[in-house]
T-cell receptor
Framework: NAGVMQNPRHLVRRRGQEARLRCSPM?????VYWYRQLPEEGLKFMVY????????ESGMPKERFSAEFPKEGPSILRIQQVVRGDSAAYFC??????????????FGQGTRLTVV | GNSVTQMEGPVTLSEEAFLTINCTYT??????LFWYVQYPGEGLQLLLK?????DKGSNKGFEATYRKETTSFHLEKGSVQVSDSAVYFC????????????FGSGTQLTVLP
């Protein structure tokens, strides 16, 4: 059973371009979470998605950022018109359905975005 | 709001030394507490967790006790190994499960042979 797969691992974009980060959850997982890690900081929650639904986007910047988790295919985190401050590591996690205390999220290896 | 404050690193220890990484938290309600580990080039892995006061989480020789009175969840290991070199993250969730997490800034641990 493959783990959470994120691609690309490294992404370089020029200011003003678009960045698209992909996350394929573990098999059987229907919930996806995106986190951002800025340099020298901890991971910050961005958004929680289930198939075709955004459940909680309280951590998403109001502009330029969007996320989706379609019925088929990976979850996509999209950053439009990137700026240098978007440079960070973006981690995806997935979990099965359920809300019990033993419901664990499994993390991918992250995508490191560099804006030049 | 919710926050986690973690001992700043980097921490460098000799093999077989005792490890403590401090973690304190602020949260509404009664959060669940977690330690995650990130080995070089890999994603975060859940190391241990505790879901209520006085619970002790343990795994791979690491331990942490949920202390409600001091709002702490310090990570300890009696004898570290070179293979323990990694970044350690303390985290909490007010949702009960290890999903929507609030993380500390991470502590880099290097263990020398």
């Amino acid at each position: 059973n493959a783990g959470v797969m994120q691609n690309p691992r490294h992404l370089v974009r020029r200011r003003g371009q678009e960045a698209r980060l992909r996350c394929s959850p573990m098999k059987g997982h229907s919930h996806v979470y995106w986190y951002r890690q800025l340099p020298e900081e901890g991971l910050k929650f961005m958004v929680y998605l289930q198939k075709e639904n955004i459940i909680d986007e309280s951590g998403m910047p109001k502009e330029r950022f969007s996320a989706e988790f379609p019925k088929e295919g990976p979850s996509i985190l999209r950053i439009q018109q990137v700026v240098r401050g978007d440079s960070a590591a973006y981690f995806c996690a997935s979990s099965p359905a359920g809300t019990g205390v033993n419901t664990e999220a499994f993390f991918g290896q992250g995508t490191r975005l560099t804006v030049v | 709001g919710n926050s986690v404050t973690q001992m700043e690193g980097p921490v460098t220890l000799s093999e077989e030394a005792f490890l403590t990484i401090n973690c304190t938290y602020t949260a509404t309600g009664y959060p669940s507490l977690f330690w995650y580990v990130q080995y070089p080039g890999e994603g975060l892995q859940l190391l241990l967790k505790a879901t209520k006061a006085d619970d002790k989480g343990s795994n791979k020789g690491f331990e942490a006790t949920y202390r409600k009175e001091t709002t702490s969840f310090h990570l300890e290991k009696g004898s570290v190994q070179v293979s323990d070199s990694a970044v350690y993250f303390c985290a909490l969730s007010v949702f009960g499960s290890a999903r929507q997490l609030t993380f500390g800034s991470g502590t880099q641990l290097t263990v020398l042979p």
